[in-house]
């Protein structure tokens, strides 16, 4: 069982940056393929970065590439997601998740982190 605990949203103005944390229980963490989602208001589910297990490949949404960096320190069992040049249709709840290689779904889900972008 792996438990995700993100931390880290807020509100900031666009242009502005945030660092949202990602901390999971266990000895395992570097098992997992680390993912971020987000949620918007009344839309669904969105994926936006994810990083392998050892970090070497990470891959972004379109819509944030060039602006937003994941990464991940396994010592610490956590993972980050730096967002620069926010803007206001970056406003949603993130999630991080873990996934098992070769799987098709994900394993374990966090509580979500509310980041609201203000015009």
């Known amino acids: 069982q792996v438990q995700l605990v993100e931390s880290g949203g807020g509100l900031v103005q666009t242009g502005g940056s945030l660092r949202l944390s990602c901390a999971a229980s266990?000895?395992?963490?570097?098992?997992?393929?680390m993912d971020w989602f987000r949620q918007a208001p009344g839309k669904e589910r969105e994926f936006v970065a994810t990083?392998?297990?050892?970090?070497?490949?990470?891959d972004y949404a379109d819509s944030v590439k060039g602006r937003f960096t994941i990464s991940r320190r396994n010592a610490m069992n956590t993972v980050y997601l730096q967002m620069n040049s926010l803007k206001p249709e970056d406003t949603a709840v993130y999630y991080c998740?873990?996934?098992?290689?070769?799987?098709?779904?994900?394993?374990?889900w966090g509580q979500g982190t509310q980041v609201t972008v203000s015009s």
């Open positions: 266990g000895r395992t963490f570097s098992r997992y393929i």
């Open positions: 998740a873990a996934k098992a290689p070769g799987s098709d779904e994900t394993d374990y």
């Open positions: 990083i392998s297990r050892f970090g070497s490949s990470t």
